[in-house]
């Protein structure tokens, strides 16, 4: 069995270039690929084009990209949470393609399972329509979606083996496992890398197939974007 892992978060990033498409998991703060920013922060990196449901926060996440000016186009559902987003947004600093959730989602999954485009009624007759071609189906229009597809991927598990394959935990679900499928070269980070085969197979949401390089993170932060407390 073909062993995935590298030393650390540098190796991991080797081949990294200007200019690349990126797909980084997670859904809000949960399950983003928290170390692997950070070497790209470090790399300095720049005119990326940042795939992501979300845009991070100011000081965290994407965020960081953003503030060093490294992210020259943004492709997002959710961003309402990140100011320096809006301000490089409105002043034309930052491209932007905003795309409804559901239809986020089934583009980067179109990606990894080969599929060019497809059809969805998500969007017809507003904004995200125009100049998009669409079709009647049962009396129903509908818009032409592409897929999405990025030079890496950056996924975060909670565990994960030598082979690649992969585990998450609960919210970190969300697009971590479809965004390993769409990238020429996807890499794990894991809370937890475990030999191969220690794994309960019927429990793995990502097979190795589709992983290139998985390395064991560190110090995660695991932040929160929005804390309520009850009061007492």
Known sequence: MINKTVKNVQEALQGIQDSMTLMLGGFGLCGIPENSIQELLRLGVKNLTCISNNAGVDDFGIGLLLQKRQVKKMISSYVGENAEFERQLLSGELEVELIPQGTLAERIRAGGAGIPAFYTPAGYGTEVGEGKESRAFNGKMYLLESWLKADFSFVKAWKGDTAGNLMYKGTARNFNPMMAAAGKITVAEVEELVPAGELDPNLIHTPGIYVQ????????????????????
């Open 213 to 232: 390089r998985i390395f064991q993170g560190e110090h995660y932060e695991k932040r929160i974007e929005q804390r309520t407390v009850a009061s007492a």
